[in-house]
């Protein structure tokens, strides 16, 4: 039930060897699923064996885009904070803050009691 490691003698993704990569076979998928430990079924199998292809295909064109003189970014924009300094501004007095309050005391809010004491 075991089979063997499905070898390649074509490049790794990325090389430039001047032909176009295989696209992975159903049994390089089943492969991968047991080293994954996932169970799939045949029509699984085919069908990942297509998509995991064109997935190895655009990672290995994005490969051959990058160049030596481009040095490597992790956004395409340059980042910049955009927050102002801290700035210490007084804040207001007690009595200022009050000063709309309907009722204070001792410096504070005033608000009807709504719990009773024990």
């Given amino acids: 039930m075991s089979e063997p490691p499905v070898t ?3 490049p790794a993704p ?6 176009a990569e295989p696209a992975l076979s159903r049994a390089d998928v089943a ?34 885009v990058a160049a030596d003189d481009v040095p490597p970014m992790s956004h395409p924009l340059p980042i910049t904070n955009v927050t102002r ?13 009050l000063s709309g309050a309907p009722e204070s005391e001792q410096q504070r809010f005033r608000v009807p009691r709504i719990l009773e004491e024990d």
């Fill in 14 to 19: 990325g090389h430039a060897s001047g032909a």
């Fill in 8 to 10: 390649s003698s074509t």
């Fill in 31 to 64: 492969h991968l699923a047991r080293l994954a430990r996932i169970e799939a079924t045949d029509t699984e199998l085919d069908r990942l064996a297509g998509q995991l292809g064109v997935i190895l295909e655009s990672v290995a064109r994005v490969g051959e």
């Fill in 85 to 97: 300094p801290d700035v210490l501004v007084p804040g207001l007095t007690p009595d200022e803050a």
